[in-house]
């Protein structure tokens, strides 16, 4: 799977949005905060999204030699196995579709991821 760039984003403190926490080749995202769209998508199915072709008007990486097209969009919904919540989302900017099988193996680690992030952000106090 060759990857163009990506972002991390992680749930508002308050509010329903996600705010960028960390980016691959678009820096100048990081602190922006979005809402809904793609991102509400994969909250709610909790599963590897692919969008392929990407939409207009997707952002590319800057290059002086060259204008790269991306295949499509991997968001990866990264959820707690304690509470169900979805905590942080990748979305990564893809050059070619990814093979089902990468898949299906990050599917496997997206419970994993998001426990353990949720456990670090200190979000289990009060939980039965």
Request: charged share 20%; hydrophobic share 45%.
């Amino acid at each position: 799977m060759k990857v163009m760039g990506g972002l991390f984003y992680v749930r508002e403190e308050e509010g329903d949005g996600w705010q960028v926490m960390a980016a691959c080749a678009f820096p100048q995202k990081v602190g922006q905060i979005v809402k809904g769209g793609s991102l509400r998508t994969a909250e709610v199915l909790k599963k590897p999204f692919l969008l392929a072709p990407p939409p207009s008007g997707t952002l590319y990486p800057y290059s002086a030699l060259l204008k790269p097209r991306a295949a499509g969009i991997l968001y990866l919904p990264f959820y707690s196995e304690a509470t169900g919540e979805v905590v942080a989302i990748v979305e990564l900017l893809l050059a070619e579709k990814p093979e089902e099988e990468i898949v299906q193996r990050l599917e496997g680690l997206l419970p994993r991821i998001g426990t353990y992030w949720w456990s670090r952000q200190g979000r289990f106090v009060g939980v039965a």
